[in-house]
């Protein structure tokens, strides 16, 4: 398929453990952006890569958190020593064009997410 | 102050009929664009369709239109036809041109029940 992928699907992980979150976006698209979503509640932006930059991580909760696009194509969201307020959705999008500020219809397709869950 | 107000958490509709999504939004920028997803029990979410602040028609996309009411700051959702597959949550979204374009902020989102 040609969507977006994310792994793992769910993961489970003790209280003080990092974890490492992958999103292989649609090839030859610019932008991407983590989401976390918290259960009942709509994504909420965590950070956004065109190429390798990191243009944005402002949405980061804390410094547990690490986001990385090293060759402008997969990413890894990296979160350190997990907390249960940690357990969510995390969602990959990626977009084709550079998002920038000449607002445009730039549809972000969404990966599967993953199902984190810290206990 | 939220950004974006979905006030309905859920909606229940018949199969075939009309419904409306309800969505408010709040910004100073003159420039932005408003979304709405699909997000089925998958997990996924789909983009539905996109309005921007300039545009001087309601945006329709097949069975989904978006009645944009600027000076109100609303941007309901309506569907068309229901169908048993329609059954999701619904997020209304917004990007300003202001923080870059990029970011998407996102309601918390309307439950659907399409019943047969």
């Known amino acids: 398929g040609a969507g977006v992928s994310q792994s793992p699907r769910y993961k489970v992980a003790k209280r003080g453990q990092d974890v490492a979150l992958r999103c292989d976006p649609i090839?030859?698209?610019?932008?991407l952006f983590w989401y976390q979503q918290a259960l009942g509640q709509g994504p909420e932006f965590l950070t956004y890569?065109?190429?390798?930059?990191?243009?944005?991580k402002s949405g980061l909760p804390s410094d547990r958190f690490f986001a990385e696009r090293p060759e402008g194509s997969v990413s890894t969201l990296k979160i350190q020593r997990t907390q249960q307020e940690d357990s969510a959705v995390y969602l990959c999008?990626?977009?084709?064009?550079?998002?920038?500020?000449?607002?445009?219809?730039?549809?972000?397709?969404f990966g599967p997410g993953t199902r984190l869950l810290v206990l | 102050a939220q950004k974006i107000t979905q006030t309905q958490p859920g909606m229940f509709v018949q199969e075939k009929e009309a419904v409306t999504l309800d969505c408010t939004y709040d910004t100073s920028d003159p420039s932005y664009g408003l979304f709405w997803y699909k997000q089925p029990s998958s997990g996924e979410m789909i983009f539905l369709i996109y309005q921007g602040s300039y545009d001087q028609q309601n945006a329709t996309e097949g069975r989904y239109s978006l009645n944009f009411q600027k000076a109100r700051k609303s941007a309901n959702l309506v569907i068309s036809a229901s169908q048993l597959g329609d059954s999701a949550m619904y997020f209304c979204a917004m990007r300003e041109v202001n923080t870059g374009g990029f970011k998407t902020i996102f309601g918390a989102g309307t439950r659907l029940f399409v019943k047969a």
């Open positions: 999008a990626s977009s084709l064009t550079q998002g920038s500020a000449m607002l445009r219809q730039e549809t972000q397709y």
């Open positions: 890569f065109q190429n390798e930059a990191q243009l944005d």
């Open positions: 090839s030859g698209h610019v932008s």
